[in-house]
T-cell receptor, first 111, second 111 residues
């Protein structure tokens, strides 16, 4: 079983739509959770860290559900510029310096 | 400007010809890491380093070597490259295991 699993998509949504991605992780003892954004052929960039209490940054909201072992990312009022691949990242429960990346969820926002 | 640099950005080589991909960061980060990214598999950690002279294996270390003689540099060495090492490689750095800053990537083709 993969450490981190994501729906690869693509999610095709119109501008202004609200879209949500989920990511499941296999080890309940993982401590750090992140969402990264990756544009085509570019390096990943941090979008948000994910905290137990949930956190929001403008149009983006991230939630952590430890009981069900998933994290989510909600994007409201989608913009064309949100089109990218979104990567879920979890650290290893045995070694916090090791990180596992999901294979990414592709989002296409259309006019 | 705070950044992670990698060289070369693109490399075509032949099986068995030793190569080194350099990585340098100017943010005084203790933690540095190498990843490879392959379609459908996401980013997989090759090696990481907690500080000078401290390195450890990630999930896919076979066929790779690293060294950390200076804080700012973390080269990735392929002693005898094989075609299955054709991939997109990213170097990353951070304070501890938190937000990682990625280099622009190195596209390697091994013939």
């Amino acid at each position: 079983r993969k450490e981190v699993e994501q729906d690869p998509g693509p999610f095709n949504v119109p501008e202004g739509a609200t879209v949500a991605f989920n990511c499941t992780y296999s080890n309940s003892a993982s401590q750090s959770f992140f969402w990264y954004r990756q544009d085509c052929r570019k390096e990943p960039k941090l979008l948000m860290s994910v905290y137990s209490s949930g956190n929001e940054d403008g149009r983006f909201t991230a939630q952590l559900n430890r009981a069900s072992q998933y994290i989510s990312l909600l994007i409201r009022d989608s913009k064309l510029s949100d089109s990218a691949t979104y990567l879920c990242v979890v650290n290893s429960a045995r070694n916090f310096n090791k990180f596992y990346f999901g294979s990414g969820t592709k989002l296409n926002v259309k006019p | 400007e705070a950044q992670v640099t990698q060289n070369p950005r693109y490399l075509i080589t032949v099986t068995g010809k030793k190569l080194t991909v350099t990585c340098s960061q100017n943010m005084n980060h203790e933690y540095m890491s190498w990843y490879r990214q392959d379609p459908g598999l996401g980013l997989r950690q090759i090696y990481y380093s907690m500080n000078v002279e401290v390195t450890d294996k990630g999930d896919v270390p076979e066929g790779y070597k690293v060294s950390r003689k200076e804080k700012r540099n973390f080269p990735l060495i392929l002693e005898s490259p094989s075609p299955n090492q054709t991939s997109l490689y990213f170097c990353a750095s951070s304070y501890g295991g938190e937000t990682q800053y990625f280099g622009p990537g190195t596209r390697l083709l091994v013939l």
